[in-house]
């Protein structure tokens, strides 16, 4: 199963929100990963910050995209009149 037909196979009102929601797990992962490095140097932690940021706003997108992918109601029926 591709990626885009998990996308695009949805109504139109749920491409964004469900873009922001791959995209920012995937940031989410790699932020994570970033947060899990030890430094060699104690004084070299400016990977870890940076994965602080970036793990805390993608957290903040994943958490908006979740919502509003919530808020969008039931699936529009098709034109058989059933909703999968």
């Not at 989410?28 to 940021?53: K, T």
């Not at 109601?73 to 999968?84: F, I, L, W």
């Amino acid at each position: 199963m591709r990626l885009s037909t998990l996308i695009n196979g949805e109504s139109l009102r749920a491409v964004s929100p469900r873009r922001a929601i791959i995209g920012a797990s995937s940031a989410l992962l790699f932020g994570l990963a970033l947060v899990g490095l030890r430094p060699s140097d104690p004084n070299d932690a400016g990977y870890i910050d940076v994965g602080m940021a970036i793990t805390l706003v993608s957290l903040v997108i994943l958490i908006g995209g979740i919502h509003f992918y919530g808020r969008l109601g039931p699936q529009e029926p098709d034109e058989r009149g059933y909703a999968d």
